[in-house]
């Protein structure tokens, strides 16, 4: 499946940003969707994921409450919508594929997914 990710950019602290990723490829309605981020110098973390088919979703406790994660099926998109953003939310964000159905905990492990679309860069400003 190929992955487009897009919405990334400059942003002050407190400020939102949507990020969207274009899936195609694979049925959108099977399998988990999932946001990951990589900060300069620190490994890659997962962020949030859903389940594509009944909209069951995960997060990081670090973002829990301040972003939210959505889908389309209409539109083979999935979305990571950003609020009360923190410097330290600064990093490259991937979107990735799992073709299997998976736990909310599972969906946390990047070795689940399969296919990765090419980031884009949030950077938050104190």
């Known amino acids: 499946v190929q992955l487009q990710a897009s919405g990334g950019g400059l942003v002050q602290a407190g400020g939102s940003l949507r990020l969207s990723c274009a899936a195609s490829g694979r049925t959108f309605s099977s399998g988990v969707m999932g946001w990951f981020r990589q900060a300069p110098g620190k490994e890659r973390e997962f962020v949030a994921g859903?389940?594509?088919?009944?909209?069951?979703?995960s997060y990081a406790d670090s973002v829990k409450g301040r972003f939210t994660i959505s889908r389309d099926n209409a539109k083979n998109t999935v979305y990571l919508q950003m609020n009360s953003l923190k410097p330290d939310d600064t990093a490259v964000y991937y979107c990735?594929?799992?073709?299997?159905?998976?736990?909310?905990?599972?969906?946390?492990?990047?070795?689940?997914?399969?296919?990765w679309g090419q980031g884009t860069l949030v950077t938050v400003s104190s």
């Open positions: 990735a594929s799992a073709p299997r159905v998976l736990t909310t905990q599972a969906m946390r492990w990047s070795d689940e997914y399969d296919s």
């Open positions: 859903i389940r594509s088919s009944v909209g069951m979703t």
